[in-house]
């Protein structure tokens, strides 16, 4: 083996080989932070039959990550509000690089590469400022930070491209934090969360929600392939919520999810992680605080069913519906029927990022 890599690196020098691709991290269709038995934290490579192809060491908890469109690296973001991200090499787990928030911000353990991957954006806190900012980030000159920009809001939390372009879609969650008062929320009662979408560094159009709702914290996001972006909520307020999930097309009004007042309160006010279904048919979303995962019909945004699935957090597509990651350990397809595989030596964090 040490020969062959040897041999390997050599034609890459001379640049007489291909580059490495997924494929040769063994062709993971998700990615994850987990907590091991022993404590320990690592970035996990899932493949689609729910086996774990590799677990890499993380200095500290995890939050989610940003994988690379074509080559085998992934970006492993420290849990909000965390200063630091890994550039991983998946193939060998080495850090390639260790990305530090710029003086005055912090992470808030999401980003996204651009089409070409030649740029990572990456959601920051200017928070003597209070305000939103987009890290911006050259992969090409070895993850060196060049810019930033603003983020249309307060507190982004989520960040996605739209697909087919580099038009970013951005959730400000509305509420403003501060290291010196840790994750303490400071402006609930000014809270004001949208959807930005932003093209060429800058904000082009703004969703909003209705007043009565402006606690309803935007946090997480899934695009669907015509553009359609499913949002999942976590509520602010003290009382019963509003829905907690909806959807938004450019140039249209948000469409929040319809719910009974039941099943809302199953949720306890919390979306963990949101997702389309292979098909784009359904919309699923998370809650680990209610152990609850809800789906949706995502033509009228009626509940179809819910089902009780203890600290259920991670949601993503999967051939025959949608992958949900449990804080249990658990690793289960949703489909017609629930599919789980148990792996207790586990601790899924928040989110499944799925590659491709």
């Known amino acids: ?145 060049v810019a930033e920009f603003s983020s249309g809001g307060i507190g982004p939390h989520d960040i996605k491209r739209l697909p087919g372009s580099d038009v970013l879609v951005v959730a400000n969650g509305g509420i403003d934090t501060h290291p010196d008062s840790g994750r303490t929320k400071l402006n609930i009662a000014t809270m004001a969360p949208n959807l930005s979408y932003i093209a060429e560094d800058r904000v082009v159009e703004t969703a909003t929600l209705a007043p009565d709702q402006h606690k309803n914290s935007i946090r997480h996001l899934a695009v669907a392939r015509d553009g359609t972006v499913a949002f999942g909520m976590q509520w602010q307020g003290d009382t019963l919520s509003p829905p907690l999930a909806g959807l938004h097309q450019r140039a249209n009004a948000v469409q929040l999810l319809k719910v009974p007042a039941n099943n809302l309160r199953q949720m306890q006010s919390y979306v963990g992680s949101i997702a389309f279904s292979a098909d784009e048919a359904q919309v699923i979303a998370t809650s680990p605080r209610g152990g609850m995962v809800q789906r949706y019909d995502a033509r009228t945004g009626a509940l179809q069913d819910s089902f009780a699935i203890t600290d259920a957090s991670g949601a993503a597509p999967a051939p025959d519906g949608v992958m949900i990651s449990t804080g249990t350990g658990m690793l289960m397809t949703l489909g017609d029927d629930a599919v789980s595989v148990q792996t207790p030596a586990l601790q899924w964090d928040n989110h499944l990022v799925a590659l491709g």
């Open 1 to 145: 083996m040490a020969n062959r890599r040897q041999f390997l690196t050599g034609l890459l020098a001379t640049g007489l080989a291909p580059l490495p691709t997924w494929a040769d991290a063994g062709s993971p269709a998700y990615l994850s932070a987990a907590a091991r038995a022993d404590g320990a934290y690592v970035l996990c490579g899932i493949d689609a039959a729910r086996a774990i192809l590799f677990q890499i060491p993380l200095p500290a908890r995890g939050h989610a990550a940003a994988a690379h469109p074509t080559r085998p690296q992934a970006v492993a973001f420290a849990r909000r509000p965390g200063t630091f991200a890994l550039v991983i090499d998946c193939t060998s787990g080495q850090t390639l690089h260790t990305l530090t928030a710029a003086s005055g911000r912090h992470f808030y353990g999401h980003g996204v590469f651009s089409a070409d991957g030649s740029v990572l954006y990456t959601t920051e806190n200017d928070y003597e400022a209070g305000e939103g900012r987009i890290g911006v980030w050259d992969v090409t000159a070895g993850y060196t930070r």
